[in-house]
């Protein structure tokens, strides 16, 4: 009798929980969240507009402490300073990627998503323009390819200019193209993190 009643009572209390999640991330609660920079440990550096702001909340507090790894590392003062390559963050869950050369010109710089990742890129030195678009609205070119975790598209989308001081926020449904030459700028030192992505139906 005991044990049911424990069974009843932890399933009451995940859904309770989960209600509770859901709730929370409304359209106000979550622009609350985001000025609040909970997220950013001190640091001054902004989000992107195109970011989706309520799957970046959904996915901070499912995995806080992935999020703050990936964050202390953007945040380190050093950060200019490491060499192209790739850095370990949390194993598989977390890493990063530094690159420095030239930018692209459009036209051979292809849209992308990712299934198993969500891409932070930030521009270290120099400036890049950065598309993005929903992947519902993009015709796919190259199919899924999970050695690459990546698939290729066609789409309209918007570009934004991509500078030292604000990061962007990729998840699996959103394409980008990132690394296009701007004008005045021939090439940049780039930071891209890898954060691994967690399905969440809330």
Same mark, same amino acid.
């Given at each position: 009798?005991?044990?049911?009643?424990?069974?009843?009572?932890?399933?009451?209390?995940?859904?309770?929980?989960?209600?509770?999640?859901?709730?929370?991330?409304?359209?106000?609660?979550?622009?609350?969240?985001?000025?609040?920079?909970?997220?950013?440990?001190?640091?001054?550096?902004?989000?992107?507009?195109?970011?989706?702001?309520?799957?970046?909340?959904?996915?901070?507090?499912?995995?806080?402490?992935?999020?703050?790894?990936?964050?202390?590392?953007?945040?380190?003062?050093?950060?200019?300073?490491?060499?192209?390559?790739?850095?370990?963050?949390?194993?598989?869950?977390?890493?990063?990627?530094?690159?420095?050369?030239?930018?692209?010109?459009?036209?051979?710089?292809?849209?992308?998503?990712?299934?198993?990742?969500?891409?932070?890129?930030?521009?270290?030195?120099?400036?890049?323009?950065?598309?993005?678009?929903?992947?519902?609205?993009?015709?796919? #070119?190259?199919?899924?390819?999970?050695?690459?975790?990546?698939?290729?598209?066609?789409?309209?989308?918007?570009?934004?200019?991509?500078?030292?001081?604000?990061?962007?926020?990729?998840?699996?449904?959103?394409?980008?193209?990132?690394?296009?030459?701007?004008?005045?700028?021939?090439?940049?030192?780039?930071?891209?993190?890898?954060?691994?992505? #967690?399905?969440?139906?809330?």
């Amino acid at each position: 009798m005991k044990t049911s009643r424990l069974i009843i009572l932890s399933l009451f209390l995940a859904l309770a929980t989960s209600a509770a999640f859901a709730q929370q991330w409304n359209s106000a609660s979550v622009t609350k969240w985001v000025k609040s920079r909970e997220w950013a440990n001190g640091s001054t550096i902004k989000l992107s507009s195109p970011a989706d702001v309520v799957e970046f909340a959904k996915q901070y507090h499912a995995n806080k402490a992935w999020w703050d790894k990936a964050f202390a590392f953007l945040n380190d003062p050093k950060i200019d300073t490491l060499k192209p390559g790739k850095y370990l963050i949390d194993g598989d869950n977390v890493f990063a990627m530094i690159t420095d050369g030239p930018t692209r010109l459009i036209d051979s710089v292809r849209w992308e998503s990712h299934r198993n990742y969500i891409d932070l890129h930030y521009v270290i030195r120099g400036r890049e323009q950065i598309g993005a678009a929903p992947v519902a609205s993009a015709t796919v #070119t190259k199919p899924y390819d999970a050695s690459r975790d990546a698939a290729n598209y066609t789409v309209g989308g918007k570009y934004y200019p991509a500078a030292p001081g604000e990061f962007f926020l990729f998840f699996p449904s959103d394409a980008h193209r990132p690394g296009i030459k701007t004008t005045g700028f021939d090439a940049d030192k780039k930071l891209v993190i890898k954060i691994r992505y #967690t399905p969440l139906n809330l």
